[in-house]
Nanobody, 117 residues
Framework: QVQLVESGGGLVQPGGSLRLSCAAS????????MGWYRQAPGKQRELVAA???????NYADSVKGRFTISRDNAKNTVYLQMNSLKPEDTAVYYC???????????WGKGTLVTVSS
């Protein structure tokens, strides 16, 4: 089992910045991927960004150039730096951990990001 604890959501004005963090604990396999999905009201959950334990990254087209994902493997923590935020970035952001050993996916409880003036 893996537990994920997210932090860093909140209310920010358009053009502002936020940084999300997600710490994983439990049975961490050395080869894995972590990242963030988001779900806005009335919309499907979508991938925002992901990063493997080897450092490969993947971003949604809508956030490229504005968001940066990074991780600290020693702390089993992933970060999402969000800059130039737009109202359409408003959503609940969910951290995920994909274990390449047993093929299991784990999810955090979600953190709300609201971009509004």
């Amino acid at each position: 089992q893996v537990q994920l604890v997210e932090s860093g959501g909140g209310l920010v004005q358009p053009g502002g910045s936020l940084r999300l963090s997600c710490a994983a604990s439990g049975s961490i396999f050395s080869i894995n991927a972590m990242g963030w999905y988001r779900q806005a009201p009335g919309k499907q959950r979508e991938l925002v960004a992901a990063i493997t334990s080897g450092g490969s990254t993947n971003y949604a087209d809508s956030v490229k150039g504005r968001f940066t994902i990074s991780r600290d493997n020693a702390k089993n923590t992933v970060y999402l730096q969000m800059n130039s935020l737009k109202p359409e970035d408003t959503a609940v952001y969910y951290c995920f951990y994909s274990d390449y050993g047993d093929g299991m996916d784990y999810w955090g409880k979600g953190t709300l990001v609201t971009v509004s003036s």
